[in-house]
């Protein structure tokens, strides 16, 4: 039996190093990675906790977490894609067209 | 055994992760992903959730690595930023942060350990032997979780109807220009 | 192997909802025969304000019992949110049905995200369970990514959409991470049962952290400092159209959930997150206002004013009391009014390649366009706080609620920035009133007869509720839970 500390503190280190990963990288692709890694993360906080309640809410949860996920990469990758035709780049430094 | 397993897994999800962060090529780092995902997976086997796990390898590994994949080569953006620096001030506040909220989450799971906690679910191990986590799971998501999962079907929806949008400009262009 | 049983669901009350779901729907499929898409702007017109009847007429009949197994609940609360809502909804649809045949983006799927993005704000105000939350702000959210990126041939409008994709997703990720925090510590994701298991006060650190994540994740989706710094590109880069509804619904979502979790999940912890959120809506509102003094463009100046809006109803939330949610509701909907009112004017005075919303070319307005310059002028008025408008009963309510709950200091330092965004909203009319327009500025379309309908109402719900405010305190009464 591994105790579920353990789960929990290895999915804060994901998510701390998901979360760095959002502010350091500048290539939105790898950012895009990197919120994927943060999900991970917390389903892996909720199927530990699922598992040491008995509680299958967790899972549901996670379930539905995945299903967000899915639709999101879509999204992101399909806005991503349309501004590349118009600015070549993925580089989110570049794309500062709007200053105030 | 189970503990050895934990390590193994939690260890190379670990350097998988930091791998994807401190990559240049952005294919390796969708590569390190994909490799913490599998190793994701591998932890919700030993915590009895074998429906996640086959689920995570399908709709993580399956679909959004390859979709992710797909197009940083589509784009031909693998190489991304010329990174001159990691050590910059901006990049160890970062870091700093990080700690930070490592400190504290490591502090609430501390207490967490000592403190009594609300067991209040039936669903233990020995149910999940007897009935399977796919049952499990499905008869929650039908009864208790009944609206959310209504709900994800529109937010399916709002997905495919968004891609349309931002993608299928041109072929309605192309239909109107009689091409 | 035994069946499911699927318990009894209450779908009488979600009637609204659905009402909403199924005119996107009908969108959807009727967009591919129907070749004037302004017909399917009137049709989503049409649902929304029929499912505002059907909620209304439900009201004090059956339906008020939690629905689908104590997951969501329509009470007055959430009634009064879906008012709000549907009427931002509305207002947006008739701005978009002049504002986008305008720039050359009319398409039938643009209302249908609209409508799948409000049925996903209903179901926020509703929600009692942490997982509608969830679902129901990813559907506004998804929505409102591809709407601001709806143009396709314009530079600031992709950048809008990833800007709003990423900050949103990675917001998305604290909220979950303090939703299953929360979870973990109470083993339940349904509101009162978190509410009860912490009141009995027992594993205090984890839903803590999770309830200071969950913070900051409602912070990033209602724009508050030090989480703002996506909304003026956001909002400014976004068609004038989406930004309308964006500014206003997705915050006013983003209220309704954070404003039933504190109260009903975390009054245990209310001392510290009161704190919290009273530090939040002074640094809000502060850099808000300041922020907006230094803009030379009109859109980007309101999307600073919409930041600073966000923290004087934090200031209500910080109340955390009846009174101060009694002043949020009443609040939001002016809000509502008074802000899609302006947008709708920038909107009108934009054209292609986001000309005319610099400030310079407001110049002489009041006499190319009076009416126009008088419905600016009255929400600029009414955003300003000035009496007898709307906005000023909004401000009093709020204010008052912040000094009877002991927040006095908090009430003054809202005052004072009250004075200091006067600056701003009065160089805009400065601008049209007393400046003489520039011999090559661009010639002001005519607005289109929906566009007017909207500033219509818009203008007429600020002064009505100005010179009459008590019949909207009545209906803010019932919109409290219990």
């Keep these: 039996m591994v105790p579920t500390p353990y789960y929990l503190l290895l999915a804060a280190v994901l998510f701390a190093i998901g979360a760095g990963g959002v502010m350091l990288r500048r290539n939105t692709l790898v950012i895009l990675m990197c919120v994927e890694l943060m999900m991970n993360a917390v389903n892996l906080t909720f199927v530990a906790f699922s598992h040491e309640l008995n509680d299958m809410t967790g899972q549901v949860f996670v379930f539905m977490i995945m299903t967000v996920a899915a639709v999101e990469a879509a999204i992101g990758l399909a806005i991503l894609v349309e501004l590349y035709r118009l600015t070549r780049s993925v580089n989110i430094d570049e794309f500062n067209s709007l200053k105030g | 055994m189970e503990i050895y397993l934990f390590f193994l897994f939690g260890g190379i999800a670990v350097v998988g992760a930091l791998a994807m962060v401190f990559n240049k090529n952005a294919v390796h780092s969708a590569l390190f992903l994909l490799l913490t995902l599998v190793m994701i997976a591998g932890l919700y086997v030993l915590l009895n959730a074998q429906f996640i796990a086959v689920a995570q390898i399908m709709v993580y590994a399956g679909a959004i690595v390859v979709l992710i994949l797909f197009v940083v080569m589509l784009l031909g953006a693998e190489l991304g930023e010329s990174i001159p620096r990691w050590l910059t001030l901006r990049n160890s506040v970062m870091v700093l942060l990080a700690l930070v909220f490592l400190t504290v989450s490591g502090t609430a799971v501390y207490d967490w350990l000592y403190s009594t906690q609300p067991i209040t679910g039936t669903v233990t191990d020995e149910v999940i032997a007897r009935q399977g986590s796919v049952q499990l799971v499905g008869e929650s998501l039908f009864t208790q979780f009944l609206l959310p999962f209504e709900l994800a079907s529109i937010l399916l929806l709002v997905g495919i109807i968004g891609v349309v949008v931002l993608g299928g400009w041109r072929l309605v262009q192309h239909r109107q220009r009689g091409e | 192997m035994t069946a499911i049983e699927i318990p009894a669901l209450n779908f009488a009350a979600l009637l609204p909802l659905f009402i909403v779901v199924g005119t996107g729907l009908l969108v959807v499929v009727l967009d591919l025969f129907i070749a004037d898409k302004k017909s399917l702007g009137w049709l989503s017109l049409f649902g929304v304000i029929l ?54 983006l009319h398409r039938g799927e643009y209302y249908a995200l609209l409508l799948f993005a409000t049925s996903g704000m209903m179901a926020m105000g509703m929600a009692t369970d942490l997982m509608v939350v969830f679902i129901g702000l990813e559907t506004m959210s998804i929505a409102l990514y591809v709407m601001s990126a709806l143009n396709r041939h314009s530079r600031p409008s992709g950048e809008a959409g990833i800007k709003y994709f990423l900050m949103g997703s990675f917001a998305s990720a604290f909220l979950l991470y303090g939703m299953a925090l929360t979870y973990g510590a109470t083993g339940s994701t349904n509101f009162s049962d978190i509410g009860s298991v912490l009141t009995a006060g027992t594993v205090a650190p984890m839903a803590m952290l999770g309830l200071g994540l969950l913070l900051v994740g409602f912070a990033f989706k209602v724009a508050a400092v030090p989480f703002q710094w996506w909304t003026p590109d956001v909002y400014h880069g976004a068609p004038t159209a989406v930004t309308t509804f964006m ?17 009903v999940s975390f009054p245990a912890f209310a001392v510290d997150w009161q704190l919290a959120i009273a530090v939040l809506a002074v640094l809000t509102m502060t850099l808000g206002n300041v922020a ?121 330092v809202a005052v004072i920035n009250s004075g200091v965004a006067a600056f701003y909203y009065l160089s805009v009319i400065v601008q049209m009133y007393m400046k003489p327009a520039a011999d090559d500025a661009p010639e002001i379309l005519p607005s289109t007869p929906a566009t007017r309908i909207a500033l219509a109402v818009a203008g007429l719900a600020v002064v009505l509720i100005g010179i009459l405010p008590a019949s909207l305190v009545d209906m803010v009464a019932k919109g409290v839970f219990g």
């Design chain 3, 51 to 104: 499912a505002a009847i059907v909620g209304n007429m439900q009201q004090g009949g059956a339906g008020f019992d939690p629905a689908f197994q104590n997951v969501s609940l329509l009470d007055g609360y959430a009634n009064f949110f879906n008012i709000i809502f549907l009427s931002t909804a509305a207002l947006s649809i008739l701005v978009a049905l002049g504002y986008l045949g305008r720039v050359g």
């Design chain 3, 247 to 263: 500014s206003v619904g997705a915050k006013a979502a983003g209220f309704a959930t954070l404003m039933r979790l504190l109260m």
């Design chain 3, 292 to 412: 907006a003094l230094a803009q030379k463009d009109v859109k980007r100046m309101l999307a600073y004013s919409s930041i600073a809006h966000a923290g004087y109803i934090l200031v209500g939330v910080a109340a955390a009391t009846t009174e101060g949610i009694k002043s949020v509701l009443f609040y939001l909907l002016i809000y509502a009014f008074m802000n899609i009112g302006a947008f709708a004017v920038v909107g009108v005075l934009e054209q292609k390649e986001a000309i005319g919303t610099k400030l310079t070319e407001y110049a002489g307005l009041a006499r190319k366009n009076p009416w126009l310059a008088m419905v600016m002028a009255l929400f600029l008025f009414s955003l300003t706080g000035f009496p007898p408008l709307a906005g000023f009963w909004g401000k009093l309510y709020i204010f008052r609620a912040a000094v009877n709950a002991d927040l006095t200091w908090l009430a003054v």
